[in-house]
Every structure is written in C-alpha cells, then in structure tokens.
Nanobody
C-alpha cells in the first residue's frame, strides 16, 4: 500500500511563510501528477496546486497564485508546497494527493494555522 506522509505544518503569523513537504513510499502505477488540497474550517476540500511528474508543469488555484509554489523531487518522491504571504484565510488542513483529484491516495494531512 502506498503511503504519503506530510510534514511542515504549524502556526504562523499572517504575512509569514511555511514550507510543507509530502513524501511518498512509492509512486503508484500510471501516476502523472501530484497535488495539494486543503480543507478550511466549515468548507469542502479544494485544490490548491498541482504538478506534473515528468514535465514539472504546475497549476495553482487563484486564491494562492503568486503566493504558493509547488515543486517536486522525483528522486526523493517528495512534493513541496512553499507558502508565503500567508493569510488567516489560508488556515486549513493541507493534504497531498497522488493525482489531480481526491480519488487518488492522500496523506493524513498537516494543519496550517495563520493568526492575525
């Protein structure tokens, strides 16, 4: 069974930065992208960023574009999410997912709390 382990969450003041990482025990067959999702309090899970395994082409939701950066180290099977200029509205549980949507294997999540 493939496992994903996220780390790097925590509490940070608004305007600050956090770096999340997610390491996979292995890549599942036919995997072509990795994604970060989040679930804010009282809201449904939403896509934040995605990256293609081979081309490293990235995509972001409008709410995080120009503030978050997703990257991937295939040798380490690790996907990163660098978050800057954090806002209180970014407070959420962040999950990495194998694939473009929530049908893929996901980790247990890491909590990010942004306080004013």
């Amino acid at each position: 069974r493939v496992e994903l382990v996220e780390s790097g969450g925590g509490s940070v003041q608004a305007g600050g930065s956090l770096n999340l990482s997610c390491t996979a025990s292995e890549y599942s067959a036919h995997l072509y992208c990795m994604s970060w999702f989040r679930q804010r309090p009282g809201k449904e899970r939403e896509a934040v960023a995605g990256i293609y395994i081979t081309s490293k082409i990235v995509d972001y939701s409008d709410s995080v574009k120009d503030r978050f950066t997703i990257s991937l180290d295939n040798a380490k099977k690790t996907v990163y999410l660098q978050m800057t200029s954090l806002k209180a509205d970014d407070t959420a549980m962040y999950y990495c997912v194998m694939g473009p949507d929530l049908t893929g294997q996901r980790g247990q999540g890491t909590q990010v709390t942004v306080y004013s």
